[in-house]
């Protein structure tokens, strides 16, 4: 969806079109995220603006943003557009749900800094782009939370210079689109206290590391689960010792999406009632989230289910558009249980073309993974869409709103 197509409805815009991008701390622990809008020209963050919004309107929105928060478990990071600041109207969100982000006029005059005031008096914590370092705004800092600064864009001699000058205590500093490990280490080591970025998408593995029980668990569920004939009797033993995953899948099953007469108390009269392709979707949405953040399993899930999307899109046959999603989600072991895919390839029989895609990066399966990966990739670091990537980001912004679709339903 594109900006102009999310002003037109403002009620649904978030569920359609934002991505989520966490923020971790020094420890690599999830501190908050991001929402995010893309669209051809580009990423930037969700923007709450336009002061003619109705009562109602704006109390979706809110509505839909504090809904996001529960989902992720973490407080959002929202940009406020100028018009609304100025505003004065109140905002109906938790403060402690939520991090504003002020868009910083280029002079900032005694009534805007005099609404910032307001906005921190109500409880609201707010976070300046690296711009209020600059001359003009630096009579914004003692407003501020928490400062970004742009990795990309950065010289490391100024950022050091800026945190002698303005630093104080409780003012924390965010590192935004760091890229590799190298940079994760310096801007640590300046004294940089939050971090988002490519790069931490991907976990750093600690070498020799073995596969944990909640990761087998998974294994042998795909394995079942993706079998040329699935043997229900096999997966209720596999599941037998799973009371979350268990009762997570009965409550979708008795849901008011797919109950018919009677409620269903088993995995067997599950898989009747959903059909295997149903049980399979959400099966594995349960499996994962047990033994993960709701954030990581969101990415791999998307990633797994756009895979699948563009094999389809490729018109490939139904057995193939499995392998895609497969290789999508085991791609993603790294994110859901820090172990590398190759440790986890080991424990599940799967087609020779998933494991090429996976292990050798060979075969026209790597070449989607690229895809998807380079769209991930675009939303941390906030890029324009690239030509290969164009084709498929309306598929990917779908599949990311059903996948967090499905995780309210599991809430």
């Not at 914590?125 to 950065?154: C, F, G, M, Y």
Request: net charge neutral; hydrophobic share 45%; aromatic share 6%.
């Amino acid at each position: 969806m594109t900006r102009q197509s999310m002003e037109t409805d403002k009620s649904t815009a978030i569920q359609q079109v934002y991505a989520a991008q966490p923020i971790f701390d020094r420890k690599q622990k999830r501190y908050a995220i991001t929402l995010l809008n893309r669209s051809g020209a580009g990423v930037s963050a969700l923007l709450l603006s336009d002061a003619a919004l109705s009562d109602a309107q704006l109390q979706q929105l809110c509505s839909d943003i504090s809904a996001q928060s529960a989902v992720y478990k973490a407080p959002l990071f929202v940009a406020v557009a100028v018009d609304f600041i100025l505003s004065g109207r109140a905002l109906p969100l938790e403060p402690d749900t939520v991090v504003l982000e002020p868009v910083i006029p280029p002079q900032p005059d005694a009534a805007y800094i005099a609404a910032l005031r307001v906005l921190k008096q109500q409880g609201f914590r707010l976070a300046l782009h690296d711009v209020a370092l600059t001359e003009v705004a630096q009579q914004l800092l003692p407003l501020a939370d928490i400062v970004r600064l742009d990795v990309l864009n950065s010289n490391l001699a100024d950022t050091e210079r800026y945190k002698t000058q303005f630093g104080r205590p409780g003012l924390l500093w965010l590192a935004e689109r760091v890229e590799t490990d190298e940079q994760f280490a310096i801007f640590k080591a300046l004294g940089c206290d939050l971090f988002q970025g490519y790069f931490l998408t991907k976990s750093l593995l600690v070498a020799g590391k073995k596969i944990e029980p909640g990761a087998l668990k998974v294994a042998e569920i795909i394995s079942c689960l993706f079998a040329a004939e699935p043997d229900i009797a096999q997966l209720s033993a596999l599941l037998k010792n799973e009371p979350n995953i268990v009762m997570g899948l009965l409550k979708i099953a008795n849901s008011p999406l797919y109950r018919r007469t009677r409620e269903v108390g088993s995995i067997k009269e599950t898989v009747t009632r959903l059909g295997l392709e149903l049980t399979r979707k959400w099966l594995l949405m349960c499996a994962v989230l047990s033994g993960t953040s709701p954030a990581a399993a969101i990415t791999v899930l998307t990633r797994a289910y756009t895979a699948q999307h563009i094999a389809q899109q490729w018109q490939l046959g139904a057995v193939q558009c499995q392998q895609y999603f497969l290789a999508a989600l085991i791609s993603g072991t790294d994110l859901l249980f820090d172990i590398p895919s190759e440790l986890f390839l080991r424990h599940v029989n799967l087609h020779k073309d998933i494991k090429a895609a996976i292990k050798g990066n060979r075969g026209r399966m790597a070449g989607a993974l690229a895809i998807v990966r380079s769209i991930e990739r675009g939303y941390a670091l906030k890029l324009a869409a690239s030509d290969a990537e164009l084709p498929y980001i309306a598929l990917y912004n779908q599949q990311l709103s059903d996948v967090q679709q499905r995780l309210l339903t599991l809430e």
